[in-house]
């Protein structure tokens, strides 16, 4: 069975910076995508960022809000994907859910999910 394990969120004040990863089990195989969502209390989930890798390249996504903020990662071969979050703010207060997919499309194609790992950022 696969599992997404998620790691390295906490409590950080405005302005500082988390680095969350998230390592998978129960698979070899590199998956075509891997990335991150969010949910805020009240709010629905949003896609922050994600990476893609196919035999034509490498693409990135940012939800617009994180750009110059954030970079997403992958270590291809372990299957690991991370989350370098810098200048936070507290709008990025959320519960950070690793997922990945085995091809493009819609939310849908977001087959495997982590259980989450609380960002709270404070003022």
């Known amino acids: 069975q696969v599992r997404l394990v998620e790691s390295g969120g906490g409590l950080v004040q405005v302005g500082g910076s988390l680095r969350l990863s998230c390592a998978t089990s129960?698979?070899?195989?590199?998956?075509?995508?891997m990335g991150w969502f969010r949910q805020a209390p009240g709010k629905e989930r949003e896609r922050v960022a994600d990476m893609t890798v196919s035999w034509s390249g490498t693409s990135s996504y940012y939800v617009d809000s994180v750009k110059g903020r954030f970079t997403v990662s992958r270590d291809n071969n372990e299957n690991t994907v991370y989350l370098q979050m810098n200048s936070l703010k507290p709008e990025d207060t959320a519960i950070y859910y690793c997922?990945?997919?085995?091809?493009?499309?819609?939310?849908?194609?977001?087959?495997?999910w982590g259980q989450g790992t609380q960002v709270t950022v404070s003022s």
């Open positions: 997922s990945a997919a085995d091809s493009g499309g819609g939310q849908s194609s977001w087959k495997y």
């Open positions: 129960g698979r070899t195989l590199s998956f075509y995508r």
